[in-house]
């Protein structure tokens, strides 16, 4: 949620880093301070060192250790707040000992529960149990939100409660299919990999994780990027990167293909697939490592690299009951990350016996790179609209029902392809008052016909300027969850010199046309339908020190309207809301798929912050199956699933109402006949 960003290289201040670019090329404790100071200097509301940051930051630190209050005792939480607070007015002059004062004391207590679980879960199964041996118990129940439990005082406490957390754990494997002896081993395994990761942290990894937790305290959005998570970052935002075009994941240890993307090096030899596992590397000097039990980043790291030059992959695939073991040489190559780019789909619609032709767009990301040529949501968007016009579709779905955010300028861009000419979003600054508007200048309206628009809780920053705005002028309907995620704030990113990361810093809140600030209310639909995605936890007003809303003055523009000619789009009606909501309903109190999802949502609120190992096993296994099947689906598959959501079909069938009423037509009890998938085409293959 957390992607609405300039990419920009700007320097925070000569002054700051001049004197730590003198002492050291790598990221170490003389760094801090000044990146420190480059947060402050650039963020919108917190400009100094006081009281409040410095428990903030501490809160921080501590969750970053601990998030699940399984190892950490409260006299060592205590511990570690007196080591910050002593260190936190001049962290450079306290030499950062505390950071590997704190990781000392964290690594004892894995160390002291991973023993313990080794312990429990180690004993040989018995046909009679003696009373304090291990026994899986599905009647278990704890609270597991640690923000509603309290860190143990004692070691037995701490051992209690991860005796529960553990049947919890063997019940996420059992649900799979796994018997309870292998899911012993595996959650054996799990822990101590965790205790030789820990141990294995290298100092500039605290250094980035403190820094981090200062970012973070200033408000969600902030934050440290190491130099990977920068690369990562740069990477998703460009949709490209140079290796072997594959997805992967991490699953028990090993290296996981998660899928191939088609045109990649991988995909064209023909000898990866996906499901399998990697379990060595070639390194630089040719020689093979084993990177079982290896932190994906750090695979990731060894298969990435420049364009022409090849790597060797030790594969393990399961073949026929037994494990083919085989060696693969591939050349990498440019790839360009065509899931997270817009794609269109057209499906026929049936209304009152007159065939109507709709054109879907998933937009799944706002991405730009900034590189000349590079591609652009923006760009790509326009293409797409182009095509749905010449096909001669009756109306737009524009999806963003799973879009985080992005590139600011290509919100703006894809806004105004809509309008005329016009305000899109207004921009504040650390300057009380002071709002900068940003405009579509291009006149043209791409597209003039009826838009729909998807929205869900997780639709954030980029994708509301374009909702919100688009529901201020009237040009879209939302359709969706009751509102969006609540991201209103933008973020720059600043380059640290070196190449030893980056800044993501929080320098301004933005405004639709109407004067709202989408902080915590987010966009509101028009039209609501369940959504899996609709619990309290999720939105900007669940995220710790998120800024408070903000309202200005109404900035709508008048020249974004198109009255007669070419261009001309009809403004939705009030009065035609009411009518489509009621059509709306009798849809979704008929829809099976839409029953699941309420009566989901509806048990995730009464089990409130309470595990039940019992319902684990119970939901867990169909959950997973379910994934996998849509994980290692072939691209077709994916395609076809996609356009038989719920929410995507409910959103097609409010767009048919909608062109009815457009068209000066009344809206009857017939419900149009359902959607049937009959063309797909995307902007991804044109670029």
């Avoid at 002593?86 to 529960?113: G, H, M, W, Y």
């Avoid at 045109?263 to 030899?269: C, L, R, T, Y």
Wanted: hydrophobic letters at 35%; glycine letters at 6%.
């Amino acid at each position: 949620m957390t992607k609405i960003v300039f990419i920009v290289s700007l320097l925070i201040s000569s002054a700051a880093f001049s004197q730590s670019a003198a002492f050291t090329r790598s990221l170490d404790c003389n760094w801090i301070e000044p990146i420190q100071m480059g947060f402050l200097q650039n963020h919108l509301t917190q400009k100094t060192k006081d009281k409040e940051l410095q428990n903030r930051v501490i809160t921080q630190y501590i969750k970053r250790q601990d998030a699940a209050k399984i190892y950490l005792l409260e006299s060592d939480v205590t511990t570690v707040k007196n080591l910050m607070k002593n260190a936190f007015d001049d962290v450079a002059k306290a030499d950062c000992k505390f950071l590997t004062e704190i990781q000392d004391l964290v690594s004892k207590r894995i160390e002291e529960r991973t023993t313990y679980v080794k312990n429990l879960l180690s004993q040989p199964a018995k046909k009679k149990p003696a009373p304090g041996d291990f026994k899986f118990e599905k009647d278990t129940e704890f609270t597991y939100d640690p923000d509603h439990k309290e860190f143990p005082k004692t070691n037995d406490e701490a051992n209690e409660f991860l005796k529960k957390y553990i049947q919890f754990q063997l019940a996420n494997y059992m649900a799979t299919d796994i018997k309870l002896e292998e899911a012993k081993k595996r959650v054996v395994k799990n822990y101590e990999r965790n205790l030789k990761r820990f141990k294995e942290t290298k100092y500039e990894t605290l250094v980035a994780n403190y820094l981090n937790s200062f970012a973070l305290s200033l408000d969600p959005h902030s934050s440290f990027f190491s130099k990977e998570y920068y690369d990562d970052f740069t990477i998703d935002m460009s949709l490209s990167l140079e290796g072997i075009g594959a997805t992967l994941s991490q699953d028990d240890g090993f290296t996981v293909v998660e899928a191939l993307v088609p045109g990649g090096a991988a995909s064209k030899s023909g000898l990866v697939e996906p499901q399998d596992k990697i379990v060595a590397v070639s390194r630089k000097d040719g020689k093979m490592e084993n990177v079982i039990d290896m932190d994906l980043k750090d695979v990731v790291k060894m298969i990435r690299g420049p364009k022409g030059t090849k790597v060797k992959l030790t594969i393990l695939r399961k073949s026929e009951g037994s494990n083919k073991k085989f060696d693969v040489e591939l050349t990498r190559e440019k790839i360009s990350l065509e899931d997270n780019a817009v794609s269109i789909y057209y499906i026929d619609k049936e209304v009152k016996g007159v065939k109507k032709k709709i054109g879907i767009i998933n937009l799944p990301s706002f991405y730009s790179d900034s590189k000349r040529g590079g591609k652009s949501a923006a760009t790509d968007m326009k293409k797409v609209v182009a095509e749905a016009k010449a096909k001669g579709v009756d109306g737009l779905v524009l999806d963003l029902s799973n879009n985080g955010g992005g590139s600011l300028d290509d919100a703006v861009k894809i806004g105004g392809l809509f309008i005329k000419t016009g305000n899109i979003v207004k921009q504040s600054s650390r300057r009380e008052g002071s709002e900068n508007a940003l405009a579509d200048v291009d006149e043209k309206v791409d597209w003039d016909g009826p838009i729909v628009i998807l929205t869900s809780r997780i639709s954030a920053s980029a994708s509301e300027i374009v909702s919100g705005a688009m529901k201020d002028y009237g040009r879209a309907l939302i359709v969706g969850a009751d509102h969006t995620y609540g991201k209103g704030s933008i973020q720059t990113v600043i380059a640290v010199p070196g190449d030893l990361g980056a800044l993501k810093v929080t320098i301004g809140m933005f405004f639709t046309p109407g004067g709202f600030s989408t902080q915590h209310r987010g966009v509101e639909s028009d039209i609501q339908i369940p959504s899996p995605y609709t619990v309290d936890d999720i939105g900007e007003k669940s995220m710790d020190y998120s800024l408070p809303p903000k309202k200005i003055d109404s900035f709508v523009s008048n020249e974004a309207f198109v009255e007669k000619g070419d261009g001309t789009w009809k403004k939705i009606k009030s009065d035609w809301i009411p009518k489509l909501k009621s059509r709306s309903t009798q849809r979704v109190t008929k829809s099976e798929e839409f029953k699941k999802i309420s009566d989901e949502l509806e048990k995730t609120k009464k089990s409130g912050k309470v595990i039940k190992v019992s319902e684990v096993l119970k939901d867990k296994g169909e959950k997973e199956k379910k994934v996998k099947k849509t994980r290692y689906a072939a691209k077709d598959e994916k395609e076809k699933e996609y356009l038989k959501r719920a929410d995507v079909q409910e959103a097609a069938d409010v767009l048919s109402d909608l062109i009815e009423l457009e068209n000066g037509k009344d809206l009857d009890a017939t419900i149009s006949t359902p959607v049937t998938a009959v063309d797909k085409n995307s902007a991804k293959k044109d670029n």
